[in-house]
């Protein structure tokens, strides 16, 4: 996996084989506002408003939601790197990636890549288009700003899978 870098093992989640970095949690967005409903929930139950618990339930049930079906995550299969993002899943196969690098596109850092000469892009690659209008030479990639860990912990692994098939070899296959 990430030897030798363990800020890359403390992001990776490596469960049954499947080896993912998922997306981070942006809890200081959402705790404030959750917090607030939650003591307007609790003040609607002191003031005998039934609908309170309804109140006080919707932020635990939105914190659920999100969290475990619209977090994004990297996956590293067999096949390609797998892109997981509630509805869609994307894979973009090993054997077409050129390279790898990390690199500034507006106000986010992606781990982009470049296709092989002749490879059309893959569809729905929301980070191919934030790199054509930064002007940047790659096809595509991934928020690795959102993604749990450093980008640079992220890239080293992810090239250490590119690099050496034997590595690959050993992933599960993608499921999709």
Do not use: C, K
């Not at 404030?32 to 109140?55: C, K, M, N, R």
């Not at 790199?131 to 700003?145: C, I, K, V, Y």
């Amino acid at each position: 996996m990430a030897e030798g870098i363990p800020e890359a093992q403390a992001a990776l989640e490596v469960e049954r084989g499947r080896v993912r970095f998922r997306a981070r949690r942006p809890a200081v967005l959402v705790l404030p506002f959750a917090i607030f409903t939650e003591i307007a929930g609790l003040l609607f139950l002191l003031d005998g408003l039934s609908y309170g618990w309804a109140v006080m339930a919707a932020p635990v049930g939105a914190l659920l939601v999100t969290g475990l079906l619209f977090r994004p995550v990297l996956e590293l299969t067999r096949e390609g790197l797998l892109q997981r993002q509630y509805p869609f899943s994307s894979l973009t196969r090993w054997e077409v990636i050129d390279h790898l690098d990390i690199t500034r596109a507006g106000n986010r850092v992606v781990l982009a890549y470049r296709l092989r000469e002749g490879v059309p892009p893959p569809r729905r690659q929301p980070a191919a288009a934030l790199l054509r209008a930064a002007g940047r030479p790659f096809d595509g990639g991934w928020f690795a700003d959102s993604l749990a860990g450093r980008p640079e912990d992220i890239l080293a692994t992810v090239r250490g899978y590119h690099a050496d098939p034997s590595r690959r070899a050993a992933l599960p296959e993608a499921r999709r």
